[in-house]
């Protein structure tokens, strides 16, 4: 579990220090503070894997420039521009790009090692004293299979290729059942879901009674969309880290709070941890509403705001701040 | 931010009084209490034209310290002032004491808070014996009637307090004013849905010291 993380010199980050995160922590601020970019910071630090030697990934990048919707064309410029520093609890890690001519003799042998061409430009992780190196080829581009976006989540509408492969995880660990229980909680007239090959695409099928029709997801609302991703992202993450952009977006305030309930049973039953970002001050009141009624109190919250000079500094509240400020109507968003 | 913590709703409303008389584009209304209602411990009061301005009704001089360290501490960065308006009830010197310790407790800088102790900065009271002061009770009938009570009650209860017979003082004068609809709580005696009640005149000598106080954080 990250419980502590530095960034800097990250996106409008100088230097951040986060300290006492928690299973589930949201992320507030103004628009355009940061949010999103502190999100995928703790996505990319969770796509490194720490072994006896470290690999990361290019993909959870490549995802973050999909999602902040950086075009095919644009993408190796994105990529020049990679310059991430950031210590996430005993790891320092600093993930840079650099050209050929660049990089260190130590490193020109260790890409003579690993690689059987030459390439022009790489982007380069050091983890404390490892280092890790992948070359940018075309062939990273956009990759077609990409795991990282499993436990992404962007706040935009999910598209109905995602859900499937969503919801194939759910069907691969056998839990349809235990899902749509959860999902009867959104809305109880569901009565079965499953995927359905539909004119050379791939859809999935909600059979709901009250009145009796049938629904491809496509043909309900961005909210039950949503709510689905979240949950099929959830359980497919067991004792994983899953990241949701703009929680509330699609789904009703009123729907909120069961949405809040659904998540603390999944992470505590799945040991996830979550980060989130909103700024809904529903959202927020139903996720203190919710973890009063379930007893829950392993939340943090985030709020990032601007000094005087412009620097980016985080209001870091434990569960017990939270609950008191949230319940006493100031505005922590 | 710039926050001001109270004991009680009565405070926060001639708190909110006076901050619509600073200036003419102030308003009563401008600091709006949450939605959710108010069974809180605590209750934050948010200027919709100046998110920075806050009130604070910590529903008695109890819930200063966590207010202080549950809220606003994590916040501290971003606080310009907090000021304190604290009763003096029954001992000056221990009520100002239990004030800076809970500011010493919170380890807020010092710096950033001011205090001011009702009814004015050096007698004991509180908010009701503020109010009482500035009236002319001379000129008021129900209180002249008030008078007579007052005897009664102090000599057939024994034990009755100070600050209960001023706030029973508030009500009848309130009450017997027929203004905000023969209501007699002093928190709705500032202003009524007929605007300004006329019940309270801050240009009295009393109000200076508290007016002063309050445009100290908010003006």
């Known amino acids: 579990m990250i419980e502590e993380i530095e960034i800097v010199d990250y996106k409008g980050f100088k230097n951040l220090k986060l300290e006492n995160l928690s299973q589930i922590n949201i992320i507030s601020g103004e628009n355009n503070i ?17 072994g006896n030697s470290i690999l990361f990934r290019l993909n959870p ?7 902040r919707d950086i075009t095919e064309n644009r993408i190796k410029k994105y990529l020049r521009d990679v310059d991430f520093s950031v ?4 790891f320092k890690i600093n993930i840079n790009y650099k050209s050929y001519f660049d990089l260190t003799d130590t490193e020109k042998k260790i890409i003579k090692q690993q690689f059987n061409r030459d390439y022009d430009e790489f982007i380069v992780c050091y983890v404390n004293d490892d280092i890790n190196m992948r070359p940018i080829d075309h062939m990273n581009v956009y990759p077609e299979d990409d795991n990282s976006e499993k436990s992404y989540i962007n706040s935009s509408k999910p598209i109905n290729k995602k859900l499937v492969e969503l919801y194939s995880t759910i069907q691969s660990k056998g839990l349809q059942l235990k899902f749509l229980t959860y999902l ?16 050379d695409e791939m859809l999935l099928r909600l059979n709901l009674n009250n009145p009796e029709r049938s629904l491809v997801s496509s043909e309900l609302g961005e909210g039950t969309n949503r709510y689905i991703e979240i949950l099929c992202t959830l359980l497919s993450n067991t004792n994983g880290t899953v990241f949701i952009d703009e929680i509330e977006n699609g789904i009703h305030y009123t729907k909120l709070y069961d949405t809040w309930k659904a998540i603390i049973e999944i992470v505590q039953q799945e040991n996830i941890q979550l980060f989130v970002t909103t700024h809904n001050l529903e959202s927020i009141e139903a996720l203190n509403e919710a973890s009063e009624a379930m007893n829950f109190d392993k939340i943090s919250s985030i709020k990032l705001q601007k000094d005087e000079n412009n620097v980016i500094y985080p209001v870091v509240r434990n569960y017990s701040s939270f609950v008191a400020t949230v319940d006493s109507g100031m505005d922590i968003r | 931010m710039r926050v001001l913590l109270v004991e009680g709703i009565t405070d926060v409303n001639l708190v909110r009084y006076i901050y ?17 209602g108010n069974k809180s411990k605590v209750i934050t009061f948010e200027n919709k034209r100046n998110r920075n301005f806050k009130i604070i009704n910590l529903k008695g ?24 308006i604290s009763d003096t009830d029954r001992d000056f010197e221990a009520s100002k004491q239990s004030v800076l310790k809970a500011i010493e407790d919170s380890k807020i800088d010092k710096d950033k808070f001011s205090i001011f102790l009702t009814p004015n900065n050096k007698n004991l009271g509180n908010l009701e014996t503020l109010l009482l002061s500035s009236l002319d009770k001379e000129s008021i009938s129900q209180l002249q009637c008030f008078q007579e009570y007052k005897k009664c009650l102090k000599e057939k209860i024994a034990d009755i307090e100070k600050r209960a017979i001023d706030k029973h003082e508030v009500e009848a004068y309130i009450k017997f004013s027929q203004k905000p609809r023969n209501r007699n709580q002093a928190q709705f005696s500032f202003i009524d849905s007929n605007g300004d009640t006329g019940l309270w005149d801050l240009s009295k000598k009393e109000f200076k010291l508290i007016i002063e106080f309050v445009e100290t954080i908010f003006k």
Do not use: C, H, M
Request: aromatic share 12%; glycine share 2%.
């Open chain 1, 61 to 67: 990048f490549l995802s973050i420039a999909k999602n």
């Open chain 2, 20 to 36: 619509s008389q600073i200036d003419e584009k102030f308003d009563f209304y401008d600091f709006v209490p949450p939605k959710r």
């Open chain 1, 87 to 90: 210590t996430i609890n005993e």
């Open chain 2, 61 to 84: 001089q109890d819930n200063l310290l966590f207010t202080l360290q549950e809220i606003l501490k994590p916040d501290e960065k971003n606080i310009q002032k907090i000021a304190i």
């Open chain 1, 34 to 50: 940061g949010k999103t970019a502190l999100l995928e910071a703790f996505f990319i630090y969770e796509s490194i894997s720490f």
């Open chain 1, 184 to 199: 009867k909680l959104l809305d109880s007239d569901i009565e079965w879901i499953e995927p359905q090959l539909l004119d």
